[in-house]
């Protein structure tokens, strides 16, 4: 219902944004594309109202903002506000501010944001995908009081990020972060907080006792960045890199030190100018030393938010349609591909708006196992009674994939309100998955 209610409530964003249109004595066109040029501040509003069974009433909005100035920089913007504030009437919610801007600063990008997400029907479907079985009977259900597959996480994070450049396209990028991690048993009066994965991975020492509930933790980014987009939000051409390192000292434990790498890897190839676009990304994220919690090892590090979630694999940012978290390693690594095109371009409420289109595929696997060891030890517990083994399935990993069809509606060739649905090619990945949000994810 929340979904539907969402997409509803799009057009109401579409005439909101016409309210801080400039007047029409300052409108300038550009005589290449013949669209207005835009200055000032505009704003893309939507707000978010629905109903969940298990966690109530929803009220809340986002919006997008950007500031143009005269203009002489448009397509791109002087100074981006995001900000977004949801919440659930039994708990949950998100609340979450960013800003973006390449001129705060003289020849550096800083990109920086705070957000604060309770959930407490999280998902959690255990380690090394495939290795980790999916029974769909034991997914959330009211009727049996089962939520096998839940938690309740609550997640704090504070990041500032930076961007120079060293020569042409390339550049470097540093950056730190605060993440506070709060887990516990699901705790929703309709389920049986007992009988979840998670607290069976407690018991048969699958989590460590010193991260059952969660921590603290400072992460500090190093990287190299080679892009050559000739627009960040939605690119036609050019190629978008990003390598770094993440590291944690673990201040506040010592216990939990660990070092990360991230790889990410865009192309944007022009089929047709800047109507049909074949774009992919190959990407890869892993440990390199130390050792990280479980609770930290579905978060992707990225240089820049496109949506409030940076985690993976599965669901929203990486695998598309399939379970949310369904993939949770100690390294892994995915591609996405997908075919863009823009189908129709139009004037509406002082606005320059287009319509388009992205079918696409994706996959992923854990190419670094977590704790495989300790799965298959306890392999055959009995859990709540029952024959089969519901902590290990008896084999490895597999190519995890999925194919689905997006529809974009984009003002001001910034503001991307998006739709996408996906079917995964495997039973094990769940039936069905769809996302409302903004920006492409790539």
Not at 2 to 13: G, Q, S
Not at 103 to 119: D, E, F, G, S
Not at 201 to 220: K, R, T
Not at 350 to 361: K, M
Request: proline share 4%.
């Amino acid at each position: 219902m929340k979904r539907l209610f969402t997409a509803l409530c799009i057009c109401v964003a579409v005439i909101c944004s016409a309210l801080p249109a400039t007047a029409k004595k300052n409108d300038v066109i550009d005589p290449v594309t013949g669209q207005r040029v835009k200055t000032g501040w505009n704003f893309g509003p939507l707000p978010a109202v629905g109903y969940n069974t298990d966690l109530g009433f929803q009220a809340g909005a986002l919006c997008d903002i950007y500031y143009y100035g005269d203009g002489s920089q448009y397509p791109d913007y002087v100074h981006k506000f995001s900000a977004e504030a949801s919440y659930y009437t039994k708990g949950s919610g998100v609340f979450h501010l960013f800003y973006d801007s390449k001129h705060l600063i003289p020849k550096v990008r800083m990109t920086a944001a705070a957000t604060y997400m309770l959930n407490r029907k999280y998902s959690f479907f255990g380690f090394n995908g495939a290795a980790s079985p999916y029974y769909k009977d034991m997914d959330a259900n009211r009727d049996t009081r089962t939520a096998f597959y839940n938690i309740e996480r609550n997640y704090l994070r504070v990041l500032t990020d930076f961007q120079g450049k060293i020569k042409g396209p390339f550049g470097w990028a540093a950056g730190v972060a605060f993440k506070w991690f709060d887990i516990d048993d699901i705790n929703l009066k309709n389920y049986d907080s007992h009988n979840t994965l998670y607290r069976n991975y407690i018991e048969q020492g699958i989590i460590d006792p010193d991260e059952i509930n969660g921590g603290m933790h400072f992460e500090f980014k190093a990287g190299v960045v080679y892009d050559t987009r000739d627009h960040e939000a939605a690119p036609s051409r050019g190629i978008w890199t990003e390598v770094c390192f993440i590291g944690s000292p673990d201040l506040f434990h010592g216990r939990s030190n660990y070092l990360k790498f991230a790889a990410h890897f865009r192309q944007y190839l022009p089929v047709w100018d800047n109507r049909i676009v074949f774009a992919y990304h190959l990407a890869y994220q892993g440990t390199v030393a130390g050792n990280a919690p479980f609770y930290v090892q579905q978060d992707i590090a990225t240089l820049y938010l496109r949506q409030v979630n940076s985690e993976g694999l599965g669901s929203i940012n990486t695998v598309r349609g399939t379970l949310y978290n369904r993939m949770i390693g100690d390294g892994y690594a995915w591609a996405n591909i997908e075919m863009r095109f823009r189908l129709v371009s139009f004037k509406f409420i002082r606005q320059n708006w287009y319509v388009a289109t992205n079918p696409f595929f994706d996959m992923g696997a854990v190419v670094q196992p977590f704790r495989l060891e300790r799965m298959k030890a306890a392999a055959g517990a009995v859990v709540d009674g029952q024959n089969r083994d519901l902590l290990y399935a008896g084999n490895g990993e597999k190519l995890h994939m999925s194919a689905g069809l997006g529809v974009k509606l984009v003002m001001n060739n910034n503001f991307i309100i998006s739709v996408e649905g996906a079917v995964p090619l495997s039973k094990q990945d769940g039936p069905f998955g769809m996302n409302i949000g903004l920006n492409y994810i790539f």
